[in-house]
């Protein structure tokens, strides 16, 4: 692998604010969002766009059917998107997202345990890939013999992880 010389190097404390989806159908991206997931609405912004949050921010998720009102799906095969990460405070809170999304009896995608967090892969309504996960805290992530990072792709161990609800 080529090794490339890095010119600047971004903040460590500087985070990805909020993502801006299209999406066909307002009202069926909210049932995900909103009723699976559980983020908060905050605003509408007239019929076509709305904002969710976690936690009263102003708006992690922003949804709108601008360009996209009724539209298919964009092709799996395309450049654009691969899938948003919602990032969990802990372990149990993934596990109650995992809870939520089979009460709802919502497919998951797959589910991976890299190391460094656990995960579960879904699609939203309009095909937009989607990552639920937490981070492990960094003193466990696992680590070469020189220091690095030494992520995995292993099963998910998705009975343990529910048992964090019990």
């Given at each position: 692998?080529?090794?490339?010389?890095?010119?600047?190097r971004?903040?460590a404390?500087?985070?990805?604010?909020?993502?801006h989806?299209k999406?066909?159908?307002?009202?069926?991206?909210?049932?995900?969002?909103?009723d699976?997931?559980?983020?908060?609405l905050m605003?509408r912004?007239?019929?076509?766009?709305?904002?969710?949050?976690a936690?009263?921010y102003h708006?992690?998720?922003?949804?709108n059917?601008?360009?996209?009102k009724?539209?298919?799906?964009?092709?799996?095969?395309?450049?654009g998107?691969?899938?948003?990460?919602?990032?969990y405070?802990d372990?149990?809170?993934?596990a109650?997202?995992?809870?939520?999304?089979?009460?709802?009896?919502y497919?998951?995608?797959?589910a991976?345990?890299?190391?460094?967090?656990e995960?579960?892969?879904?699609?939203?309504?309009?095909?937009?890939g989607v990552?639920?996960?937490?981070d492990?805290?960094?003193e466990?992530?696992?680590r070469?013999?020189?220091?690095?990072?030494?992520?995995?792709?292993?099963p998910?161990d998705?009975?343990g992880l529910?048992a964090?609800l019990?």
């Open positions: 692998m080529e090794t490339r010389k890095q010119a600047h971004i903040s404390g500087t985070s990805i604010g909020h993502v989806l999406v066909a159908d307002i009202d069926r991206a909210l049932r995900f969002y909103q699976i997931l559980g983020f908060e605003q912004y007239g019929e076509d766009a709305v904002f969710l949050s936690g009263g708006h992690h998720i922003g949804l059917t601008w360009m996209s009724n539209a298919p799906p964009a092709p799996r095969n395309s450049a998107l691969f899938h948003l990460a919602i990032l405070p372990r149990r809170e993934l109650q997202a995992l809870r939520w999304l089979i009460d709802a009896e497919p998951l995608d797959g991976s345990d890299h190391g460094v967090s995960a579960l892969y879904l699609r939203d309504p309009d095909g937009n990552e639920l996960y937490a492990r805290p960094r466990q992530w696992p070469t013999a020189d220091g690095g990072l030494a992520m995995v792709t292993e998910l998705l009975e529910l964090e019990e």
